[in-house]
């Protein structure tokens, strides 16, 4: 699997997608695991949370029905009365599987291509034209602006009173509290909350659904709607997709560019590749460098493991922590090198993805994985074939307590 050469991949598009196209003397490494990944597969530690490292032990817990969504504030919105209609991320058992049978027709291979590819196509044409005007660009924003209009074409949030949705949306996710605990601070954070919210509910969210009303579109709010949700419900599940089609889409591009641009041998066998190599290279480096962290569920009933040739019981009420640095770096499927980056390697196990967990698995793994990929590739295709594109100034990280997953900002690239 290692590159054993200098030899000019550009020129072989040919080359087997089993090779891969890293030099391994100068590793393309991890570079946003939080802490160490390494540890038994599945341990209780001493706050009595049971941490999930190994792949198939997770893939058993949430592919099962004793469990409950733990993550993103789940216990938190629990507590807001007079709720009629979940969020469908926080939904289980048929409610729930109904809701994703009705949504999933957003989200298919051929809704993708007939409905977003132009769009993305254009946006991306765009995003690039800006940057080589201006010579120079912060990554993480243009990722942002291109990730939430997309996210904003699926969702309905096309009728804003004002520019900026995208900030909007991102400064409500930098104040959302994750501590259950009351205090000054955290009451500073919700009140700042309320007030994002506030805004982004009467500059973006009140116009979709009164434009909606006069003619629904092929899109959620019109669905919402024709469910009879109420408005604070909408606005919740605006909030869902926007977390989920604009937080992680945008970080996922700026760490895939990232490692394309410090790696010109796979930068080169990117650009020359057919799409589904292409989008394997994505799917290894999500596998390496997956932007959701933690999987957390609550036990609903007694959920019985094998492991390492061991019974476990994880008993009824306790808190699961599935860290996915850790189920997508388990060497009995992805073999050796696991934090290193290599497109092509093997995986050993029944229908495991490229990208391993790093869009989840069962009832709740991520809708919106193929548009995900489809509009990262389309970007950074028109991206990486500038010349002279080199990255300026590396990103600086740091942590999001909601997602509790990776952030990268200020990320210069720049061209000549």
């Keep these: 699997m290692q590159l054993q050469e200098n030899e000019s991949l550009a020129e072989e598009p040919s080359a087997s997608p089993t090779q891969c196209p890293i030099d391994h003397a100068s590793y393309s490494r991890q570079k946003t695991a939080r802490r160490e990944v390494t540890g ?36 938190m919105m629990e507590r807001i009365p007079g709720q009629r209609n979940q969020s469908i991320l926080y939904q289980e058992g048929k409610v729930h599987q109904q809701q994703r049978k009705q949504t999933a ?22 995003m690039v034209s800006m940057l080589q005007q201006r010579k120079s660009a912060d990554l993480s924003k243009i990722a942002l602006r291109l990730a939430m209009r997309v996210a904003g074409q699926v969702i309905g949030l096309n009728n804003s009173r004002l520019p900026g949705l ?22 500073r954070r919700m009140l700042k909350v309320q007030y994002r919210m506030a805004a982004f509910f009467f500059l973006d969210v009140k116009p979709a659904i009164e434009a909606h009303k006069k003619h629904p579109q092929e899109d959620v709010i019109s669905h919402l709607l024709g469910l009879h949700y ?3 419900e909408i606005l919740t599940e605006c909030v869902t997709y926007a977390a989920a089609g604009m937080v992680t889409t945008r970080e996922f591009i700026c760490v895939a560019a990232w490692h394309l641009l410090e790696q010109p041998a796979l930068r080169a066998r990117y650009l020359v590749a057919p799409e589904e190599e292409r989008q394997a290279i994505l799917e290894e480096t999500l596998r390496l460098e997956p932007v959701i962290g933690n999987i957390r569920r609550r036990a609903t009933a007694d959920i019985p493991l094998e492991s390492q040739s061991e019974q476990i019981v994880i008993p009824q009420g306790a808190l699961i922590d599935i ?3 850790g189920t997508n770096s388990d060497e009995r499927v992805v073999s050796e090198e696991p934090l290193a980056l ?11 993805p490229t990208e391993v967990m790093s869009f989840g698995d069962g009832h709740h793994r991520c809708p919106g994985s193929y548009l995900a990929i489809q509009e990262a590739d389309i970007f950074l295709q028109r991206l990486l074939k500038l010349d002279g594109l080199r990255i300026e100034r590396a990103p600086t990280m740091r942590w999001s307590d909601l997602t509790t997953g990776y952030e990268l900002r200020n990320f210069i690239v720049a061209v000549e």
């Design 230 to 232: 109420r408005d604070s």
């Design 40 to 75: 038994p597969r599945v341990e209780r530690n001493a706050d009595g949370v049971w941490q999930v490292r190994g792949f198939e032990e997770a893939r058993a817990i949430l592919r099962g029905s004793g469990t409950r969504q733990a993550g993103f504030n789940a216990e």
């Design 166 to 187: 995208e900030r909007r949306i991102d400064a409500f996710f930098e104040e959302v509290p994750t501590d259950l605990k009351m205090g000054r601070k955290r009451l």
């Design 105 to 126: 027709r957003f989200f298919t291979p051929k809704t993708v291509s007939t409905s977003y590819r132009q769009m993305m196509e254009t946006l991306s044409d765009q």
């Design 342 to 352: 290599c497109p092509g390697r093997e995986l050993t196990g029944e229908r495991i």
């Design 323 to 325: 860290q996915v640095h």
